[in-house]
């Protein structure tokens, strides 16, 4: 998978990708990630993105023309399946939306700032717009990195055991059962004998009798079963 970004904060996304688990997938090309400086397509040479909203109040607006000379170029080079716009008023982020865009060939990422972008590239050229959560962050890039995140682990052959991201929260609508490592015994707090006693039918009925538990009791939302 190919992920391309646009942003006025490149700073921002330099150290997400390179650690952990995105790292390794950039590592084995199973991923690439390319970051892109709006002001590349400023408007004049003081490096001008953005500008006052029309109807006046505070607050400005990423212009249409930078935003739409960068995305034309970008797309010059690569097909892309989808744009996204990370946007507090956009469809909100699951691991259904991961999983499906986890399948991707090319994706490009406009992160916004200010006020946001001009509604009329939205209604051009954003092929799906993305929040992160029903909160306000200053821009996009935050979100952006959550997003390349949560779709990386799931681009195939990325996780060493394929099967551990199937058991990650979220997926079947399930949260994820408790975990323990040693000691068995730390100050006097112990782990449930069923993880120890070496029944692997035991120990996958305890785990979902766990995740259907810590499911109904935190998140009853998500699934209703
Ligand atoms: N940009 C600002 N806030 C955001 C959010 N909650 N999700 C995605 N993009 C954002």
Known sequence: MHIDIL???????ESPFQHSII??????????????????WAVNEYGQVDDYQYGGGAGMVMMCEPLANAIESLSKGRKYDEIIYLTPDGESLNQKIANTLSLKENLLLICGHYKGIDERIREHYITKEISIGDYVLSGGELAAAVLVDTIGRLIPGVLNDETSALFDSFQDNLLAPPVYTRPEDFRGWKVPDVLMS????????????????????????????
């Open 7 to 13: 942003t006025v904060l490149p700073e921002l996304l």
């Open 23 to 40: 790292k390794r997938a950039q590592e084995k090309n199973l991923l690439t990630v390319n970051i892109y400086h709006l002001r590349n």
């Open 198 to 225: 070496g029944d692997h039918k035991k120990i996958d009925d305890w785990r979902l009798e766990q995740s259907l538990k810590r499911t109904k009791d935190r998140r009853p939302d998500i699934n209703n079963e």
